[in-house]
């Protein structure tokens, strides 16, 4: 039974084990008896000396088993719990000593973890820093319950812990401590010596020392260890800057036991009542606190990316009904001080009302949570355990070395039954060439390879200010098929130009061609409305808040004072002050403010109400609204202009205590109309371009806006998202029956289902209109019509006055019927739609730092003069040792691991994301406000994943052709010298490094990349390609053979010595793999193509022509240092001959293929 609590979203599954005794582990007592066997059986029933060389070769077979099961238990949780301990039930919980946890996907790793019973907790356990509790009741662990869901009037009226409860409080929630202990080197170092590459590359040198190979072994033993230490050493430098991000404990003043007292903020609890002023240097708000009493602007760029500084106001400031709750997602935006944010301007609480002051004349708030339960805990947990491993495809790469496997136990197989032909060859070296050949096959690079393609695309999106905390997301972004966008400040601009105000009784002269009265004529109460209606605060550096409420300020020429006070720049009308307001809200599309003035020549106080919002909503709470109401707003919004409908109501004269009490509902009702106020929202300057270059490159376009349909549908058509003459809108005639309408309303037809429609009909209406739904039609087709809504949703175009749930209700609709999603956002809003799609990009804008281009530029002068410096170490290397063939893949991986580990170093020096880069509205943030940045996500991705797609293509072609040389050629008695190996070694890391490093093209492609490595595609020119190059290298030596005799069984254990066999054999595996990177790199129309990559192209074009060369033998001095014997004039001529046959069948075979089988195509079910 599995005790995890199926609401939460880090662990997806629990079991309780108790630790079985040492002796009863299944690595112990089992293995044991195994060797007790063996060594029986050996011994005493089939002898010793009769059968030395099975009896050593089972032995070393038992123990190598033996020790891949003690690592498992290191590798794999599971097979840890099920070799060490005994699965205790859910009834006898109190037996448990350890639990094991295994995370939801993409949220770390599973861990065995202790399992504690001290304090209030009967049993709980923690898991990434977060605390689990048993509950007995549900027999689940869930994590603590924090009081972030009490009644509004609990936490208005709460006064603090008492001093009797404060120990209890403390070890039931733990304290506030945002700390990450950073691990010793020598704990991580065992981490890192236990992983299965390395534990693969320690046993390829234990055979290696077993063949006699002491120099080369020791010397790539020595060179992992230190690549390893270096990575440690950056691990731990990593792990210290992320520990820098977490908050510094510093003197707070808390309300308990009655009384103001000092304390440090890492002892807070939740349920504190704490005092909280401007943020100084390094005191940032301490945790998660509910804002009680006096507001706060905060700057929260540290945790959203976002530069702007938002309001917060205090429960006192609003009337709250007793059977409100507070709802942590609806409310944290607006009362919240999150964690790790800065207290730009606070205003202490006023003395004329009754609650609790703190002595320094600090906000009073509510501690809701601590620790790592905080938003800046949650993104640090990200950050910290978010997924380690970067790879495109983990199941896929596990079939792949499957599939090459195969391959390498049919040449084991091959070499094991032909050598033993031989009476006289030795059983043991040729199991060691059986071992040797297994592990050369399955390349050993493969997990550097793929990270070091995903940390290239990091790298070059860090650059281009895309900072990402999920880079196992990058290669989805090359898949995506539907782009997803909000529209207001993502694709529409935020400088907004406020046109004037419409539907009003005045004068005609006074309007414009659109029945829009200038702002500076229209009358008081619009006007009234719009200086006062707005969320905008003034700050030492000036005016703050949303660009449109700002546009607005600016358009009726009125100041906004630091006491809430706005007052007119010129004119004969008198100054108003804030008193009270009801924020804008989502669900309720609008807000209200109550304002007040003096009346002059008294004392007295006169207070009026000002209320906006959406045209539709307020229209039933007006007193009364002018016939052409519907039709004016409606013509408005289909030219693309905001409309929001503006109302006023005189209050009268009020008590302090009568205006304390009044409800949003008692402000906003009988309002007067006072007019539609018109904001055109231009464009952002490149966001038509965008567009068009996602939609010319196979991608579907839709736009997610809360804003009015009409106005999006428009927005729409500017953009090109919508490509047919006609619009239609989702409308509700009658409850329960809702009909397709165009945007003119001249068509009008049912909602029909696609089975009434028939698939052709279906096919004809979802490709002839483009389809708008509004939120109301969104909820009604999820609840009552799932069946159309699956059909429909991937062809809608608009979706409108949809609410952040519904946004993030399409987005999770669409995943579930399998489409890759992006959507794009401005991270406020839109965080659960970011949050759920495959590729999630939250637009900030914010003032990009100046760049050091000197620092990059030496750099980039840098960065050729690496392969140089490894060139010249292979070369004094290249002749220290004389030894055969095992040798060559030695100095080959030598070369080619010691390469990328430097690359995968420097990848992992980037790879940390600082707090205020990353967002936790995302997994990608954007410090441009373009949406350009969606193209650059997009590119990467792509080229990410077709990279990844050609290294595997690239290493199978290698592995196949590797399989077929060390097991047939082996027995012919075929070797290579350290020269040739050496250059074979540092061609290969060479060409691996530049294909990683490639870049992708300035523009898409309309053409997709394949998603995945088992394509028809792929297989075939594999198979294709191979089957050419083995028809060449058999023919090449069969032709070998007919000039130098062959022995039966070659000795092969003799010292290297040229020949013409070892010539041909090393000449066409040179050829072959030069030929196999030069025609499987795809380059265009995803990345740069062969020629545009220049270091892959004087790579590719240098060795090769050093090849042919070799074989016309115009280099006799190199020929002689490359132990290439001297070809005769007939045989020189067949093997350039073959040579350039196998090329040419090659390249067509995988063009022909790549034409026929080889394009993505986007695939939009209808």
């Known amino acids: 039974m599995d005790l995890a609590d199926p609401n939460d979203d880090l662990v997806s599954s629990v079991s309780l084990y108790t630790k079985r005794p040492f002796y009863l582990y299944g690595y112990t007592t089992p293995f044991l008896l195994v060797y007790t066997t063996w060594l029986y059986n050996w011994f005493f029933v089939y002898g010793y000396n009769e059968y030395i060389e099975i009896g050593a070769i089972s032995g070393i077979a038992i123990f190598i088993i033996h020790v891949l099961v003690l690592l498992s238990c290191y590798w794999s949780v599971r097979f840890q719990a099920w070799m060490m301990c005994s699965r205790v039930s859910p009834t006898a919980a109190d037996q448990a000593t350890y639990a094991k946890v295994i995370p939801t996907e993409n949220n770390g790793s599973a861990e065995m973890v202790r399992v504690a019973r001290t304090g209030p907790h009967q049993l709980w356990f923690s898991f990434q820093k977060i605390k689990y509790v048993f509950d007995q009741d549900k027999k689940i662990f869930r994590k603590i319950l924090f009081p972030v869901d009490l009644a509004m009037t609990t936490y208005r009226d709460w006064k603090g812990w008492e001093e009797d409860q404060i120990n209890e409080k403390t070890m039931f929630y733990g304290n506030n401590e945002v700390e990450m202990k950073v691990p010793e080197f020598k704990e991580l170092f065992i981490e890192r010596a236990t992983a299965p590459f390395f534990v693969f590359q320690v046993f390829c040198v234990g055979l290696w020392c077993l063949d006699e190979y002491w120099y080369y072994s020791v010397f790539t033993l020595m060179m992992l260890i230190m690549f390893e230490c270096t990575l440690v050493q950056q691990q731990i430098r990593n792990m210290s800057e992320i520990r820098k991000m977490g908050n510094k404990p510093y003197m707070i003043q808390v309300y308990r036991g009655r009384r103001w007292r000092p304390i440090p903020s890492d002892q807070l609890i939740p349920g504190d009542i704490v005092s909280i002023g401007r943020s100084g240097a390094e005191n940032l708000v301490p945790c998660d606190i509910l804002l009680l009493r006096g507001p706060c602007i905060v700057d929260e760029s540290m945790l959203t990316g976002e530069s702007i500084p938002q309001m917060k106001e205090s429960l006192e400031n609003i009337s709250l009904e007793a059977s409100r709750y507070f709802d942590i997602d609806q409310d944290a935006r607006l009362h919240v001080l999150f964690g790790g944010t800065r207290v730009v301007q606070h205003t202490s609480p006023t003395k004329t009302t009754t609650g609790l002051r703190a002595g320094d004349g600090g906000c009073v708030g509510y501690v809701l949570q601590t620790g790592f339960n905080t938003q800046q805990g949650k993104l640090l947990r990200t950050i910290l355990f978010g997924v380690k491993r970067v790879t495109a495809n983990n199941l896929e790469t596990f079939f792949f070395i499957l599939f090459l496997l195969i391959f390498a136990i049919a040449a084991a197989s091959y070499v094991w039954i032909y050598g033993t032909m031989d009476p006289t060859r030795n059983r043991y070296k040729l199991f060691l060439e059986c071992t040797l050949i297994l592990t050369s096959v399955v390349p050993p690079e493969l997990p550097i390879e793929l990270s070091l393609a995903v940390n290239t695309s990091l790298l070059s999106l860090s650059k281009l200010k895309v900072f990402c905390t999920e880079p196992f997301r990058i290669p989805f972004a090359g898949k995506v098929e539907i782009l997803c966008f909000d529209k207001t400040g993502t694709l529409t601009s935020d400088d907004l130009v406020v046109e004037g105000i419409a539907g009003l009784d005045v004068d005609q002269k006074e309007l414009t061609k659109d029945g829009v009265c200038p702002v500076e004529k229209a009358p008081l109460e619009s006007i009234q409305v719009l200086a006062t209606c707005h969320s905008l605060v003034q700050l030492d550096d000036g005016l703050v808040g949303d660009p449109l409420e700002k546009a607005t300020l600016a358009a009726v020429d009125w100041n906004l004072t630091k006491g809430e006070a706005v007052i007119p720049k010129r004119g004969k009308y008198s100054g108003l002050k804030i008193f009270q307001r009801f924020h804008f809200s989502s669900a309720l599309k609008r807000m209200s403010v109550v304002c007040g003035y003096t009346v002059p020549g008294t004392s007295e106080t006169r207070y009026i109400a000002t209320i906006k919002g959406a045209p539709e909503t307020l229209k039933s709470m007006f007193v009364g609204v002018p016939e052409d109401y519907d039709k004016n707003y409606l013509s408005l919004s289909r030219r693309g202009a905001r409309v929001l409908a503006l109302g006023w109501r005189d209050l009268g004269s009020l008590s302090h205590q009568s205006l304390k009490e009044l409800t949003r509902e008692q402000v906003e009702a009988e309002a007067q109309f006072a007019g539609f106020v018109i904001i055109s929202c231009p464009l952002k300057p490149d966001s038509k371009s965008v567009i068009k270059e996602l939609v010319g490159s196979s991608h579907q376009v839709a736009m997610i806006t809360g804003d009015n349909p009409l106005t999006a549908c428009h927005v729409a058509r500017q953009l090109r998202f919508s490509r047919n ?35 052709n009909q279906w096919k004809k209406f979802v490709s002839s209109y483009d389809m708008c739904i509004t939120g109301e039609g969104l909820a009604y087709l999820l609840n009552e019509k799932i069946d159309i809504a699956h059909r429909l949703l991937p062809h809608v175009r608009v979706f409108a006055r949809v609410n952040p749930k519904q946004k993030e209700a399409v987005i999770t609709t669409l995943k579930h019927l399998g489409y890759h999603t992006l959507m794009c956002g401005d991270g406020t809003n839109d965080v659960g739609a970011l949050k759920h799609a495959h590729v999630g990009v939250a637009i900030l804008s914010s003032n990009p730092p100046k760049k050091k281009k000197e620092k990059e530029e030496e750099k980039e002068k840098a960065e050729p003069d690496k392969f140089d410096k490894l060139k010249r170490e292979g070369k004094m290397k290249r002749n220290e040792v004389r030894r055969p063939d095992p040798k060559d893949r030695l100095s080959a991986r030598h070369a080619q691991l010691q390469k990328m580990m430097q690359e995968l170093q420097e990848a992992e020096e980037m790879q940390i994301v600082k707090l205020g880069d990353a967002s936790i509205a995302a997994p990608f943030t954007s410090k441009q406000s373009s949406i350009v940045s969606i193209n650059h996500v997009i590119k990467q991705g792509r080229c990410t994943l077709v990279t990844t797609l050609q290294m595997f293509k690239i290493l199978a072609l290698n592995a196949l052709i590797l399989a077929y040389s060390q097991s047939v050629l082996y027995l012919e008695g075929v070797k290579f010298s350290d020269g040739q190996a050496t250059f074979q070694g540092l061609l290969l890391a060479a060409c691996f490094l530049f294909i990683s490093r490639s870049k992708p093209l300035t523009s898409l492609s309309k053409q997709r990349p394949l998603p995945n490595i088992f394509n028809v595609y792929t297989i075939l020119t594999v198979i294709c390609q191979f089957a050419v190059h083995l028809g060449s290298m058999i023919f090449l030596v069969h032709q070998a053979y007919q000039r130098e005799p062959r022995q039966e069984f070659p000795d092969l254990e003799k010292e290297f010595e040229p020949n013409l066999l070892n010539s041909t054999v090393y000449i066409i595996s040179m050829f072959l793999q030069i030929l196999t990177f030069a025609i499987n790199y795809r380059g265009h129309p995803f990345m740069e193509s062969l020629t545009e990559n220049r270091s892959l192209l004087y790579s590719l074009a240098g060795a090769g022509g050093f090849v042919v060369m070799l074989a016309l033998g115009w280099l006799p001095e190199f ?25 040419g069948a090659a390249f067509v075979f995988d063009r022909l293929l790549l034409f026929v089988f080889g394009e993505g195509k986007l695939n939009i079910r209808v």
């Open 725 to 759: 003459p006609t619009t239609v809108i989702l409308t509700s005639v009658s409850p329960g029956e809702w009909t397709w309408r165009s945007v003119d309303e001249k068509e009008v037809f049912p909602l029909t289902s696609p089975k009434q429609l028939g698939y």
């Open 1119 to 1143: 020929a002689e240092q490359f132990s290439i014997v001297n070809f005769s004039d007939d045989f020189r001529s067949i093997l350039v001959k073959v040579l350039a046959v196998d090329a």
